[in-house]
């Protein structure tokens, strides 16, 4: 890195210096000349492992150094391209499906890419040892729940399989005409075995392999710097297949989790592009009015909502939850707190799939909401037990849990605490359900219901709620099993009405996320398309 990394540096140290002497020479004008794109990233990765990881700050970065068997497409957020698959065919009923592999595909470190690296790695996805948390999102495969939890220990019967080294069959036990949109998410990406078992082995979960000096991927990048809590660097992967269509020479993703700073180190040239979501709610306006071709507001079908953890006494009861639910006014949370073009939502499921009838938000109604609380016990708030939100680290998200707590102390009486974490903390604490009410969020993995509505069930790695119902568990399972889009959706659409009658989470909002842009990165897509492979920076 003698040419880059020597300029920025000197570029950073001089910043302040020549302020005062006119124009100046900013690490993201050395990056335009360089093709290096400097970004913002929220927090420091928890991994790069992509068949390990369920968060969308590591997700970035995993995107750029690996490759499924299609890529997402770079204008249109629900359809895909191909990857490492250059053409692929399904039967009628979408059960069987066949791929065909780029011949002379290869690792970063120069050796070949076949169908046996992706059986290798759909197998450790499902190992049991592994405890993938999204190990879920293979179950529409033949054999592939059985095997993940234990009941099945042979994986040829697993709906896998290789006839030669360029091709690769998947086997569904029903009508899965979403797996290709599936195919996309980091959960499917390909690991080198050679990497995973020469670091700690398939169903080793500290597992190393990923790390600098050591990560072998197959997408646009390849892992050259890594300073934690600093910044992750990647270069351009000269081994990949479609290297000579990829313009960055590599991106730099820094860890700036105050919405503050990377905003300042934005406007003051030190980056070309933002995180998602990382503006603060109260320069939204300001942002509009003076760098109106910079500021983006892409509309994704993203949900977010708190969960509860009904293992608490009081969250037990759904009178409880119903009446903290109906003391929020979701339309001012939007217009007022969070200024970004969000949409209130009554349901789990986002508003914008094809298809489906999203549940509208309710109207805030704190005369119920009281009087739900005092059948539970608490008249006035009296008795109420203490309890916090718990919130990662982003000042967005202490600002919309404030007006919250605000709403629930004036409408209901209780005081209810918020407790801040680091990101890699906060999933841990979400996770060992250590909390009473906890903030989340989820992108699906292929536009439809069922990406969202399988979170819920009794068995998801990703339920944080301890809730279940097995009616709820049924309906989900037969819409998986049709392949009949309006009988799915029915389904689905039945399935969530259980699921907001018991009411274990929250649903707030979805479909904004607010970020800069400089004018110069070309080809970034919007509202979830595209991908760093077909960006460029131009002058």
């Given at each position: ?64 150094l ?53 059986l ?13 948390e999204?190990?879920e ?143 603060p ?35 037990k009861?759904v ?75 982003l ?6 849990a ?12 209780i ?25 989340s ?54 399935a ?7 009411l ?18 070309k ?17």
């Amino acid at each position: 890195m003698t040419t880059y990394l020597g300029r920025l540096f000197i570029a950073l140290a001089m910043a302040f210096a020549l302020a005062a002497c006119g124009s100046r020479e900013t690490p993201a004008d050395i990056g335009v000349k360089e093709g290096m794109l400097l970004t913002g990233n929220g927090v420091e990765p928890r991994t790069l492992d992509p068949q390990l990881n369920t968060g969308s700050p590591d997700g970035r970065v995993i995107s750029a150094l690996s490759e499924g068997l299609v890529t997402q497409h770079p204008t249109d957020p629900f359809d895909v391209m191909p990857g490492m698959a250059e053409s692929w065919e399904h039967d009628d009923d979408y059960k069987t499906w066949t791929f065909h592999l780029r011949p002379g595909a290869k690792w970063s470190d120069g050796s070949p890419l076949t169908a046996e690296d992706f059986l290798y790695s759909y197998r450790r996805v499902l190992t049991p040892a592994l405890g993938a948390e999204l190990a879920e999102l293979f179950y529409g495969i033949r054999n592939a729940e059985g095997f993940n939890k234990g009941q099945i220990v042979d994986f040829s019967q697993v709906g896998f399989s290789a006839p030669d080294p360029q091709t690769l069959v998947i086997e569904t036990e029903a009508p899965m005409p979403h797996l290709i949109q599936m195919l996309a998410t980091y959960t499917f990406y390909p690991v080198q075995k050679a990497a995973v078992e020469a670091n700690g082995g398939m169903a080793d979960r500290n597992n190393g392999w990923f790390e600098l000096g050591k990560y072998v991927g197959n997408g646009p990048f390849v892992l050259s710097d890594w300073k934690t809590n600093q910044y992750i660097e990647v270069k351009k992967n000269p081994n990949y297949w479609d290297a000579a269509n990829v313009k960055l020479n590599g991106i730099r993703f820094f860890a700036i989790e105050n919405q503050k700073s990377e905003l300042n180190a934005y406007l003051s040239g030190q980056l070309h592009m933002t995180n998602t979501n990382s503006i603060p709610v109260e320069r939204i306006a300001d942002l509009k009015r003076n760098h109106p071709d910079e500021l983006r507001t892409d509309h994704q079908p993203n949900a977010n909502y708190y969960v509860f953890n009904i293992e608490r006494e009081a969250l037990k009861d759904v009178r409880v939850r119903k009446a903290l639910s109906l003391a929020l006014d979701r339309k001012l949370l939007v217009d007022r707190v969070l200024l970004g073009g969000q949409t209130p939502t009554g349901g789990l499921v986002p508003l914008g799939l094809p298809g489906y009838d999203a549940v509208p938000a309710p109207a805030a109604d704190p005369e119920q909401a009281r009087k739900l609380l005092a059948e539970a016990g608490y008249p006035g708030g009296k008795g109420f037990p203490p309890m916090e939100i718990l919130i990662n680290t982003l000042e967005a998200n202490r600002k919309l849990a404030e007006a919250i707590q605000a709403m629930w102390k004036r409408e209901l009486g209780i005081e209810v605490g918020i407790y801040n974490q680091e990101w890699k903390v906060f999933l841990d604490t979400r996770k060992a359900r250590d909390f009473d009410l906890a903030r989340s969020g989820w992108y699906g993995f292929y536009p439809g219901p069922g990406a969202y509505l399988t979170l819920m069930t009794s068995d998801s790695p990703n339920n944080d709620t301890g809730w279940s119902n097995p009616r709820y568990d049924a309906l989900v399972a037969q819409a998986l099993a049709t392949g009949d889009i309006a009988k799915r959706n029915t389904l689905f659409g039945e399935a969530e009405g259980i699921l907001m009658a018991e009411l274990p989470i929250i649903p707030l909002y979805s479909g904004a996320q607010n970020s800069l842009v400089d004018t110069r990165v070309k080809h970034w897509g919007r509202d979830g398309a595209g991908g760093f492979k077909w960006v460029s920076l131009e002058e």
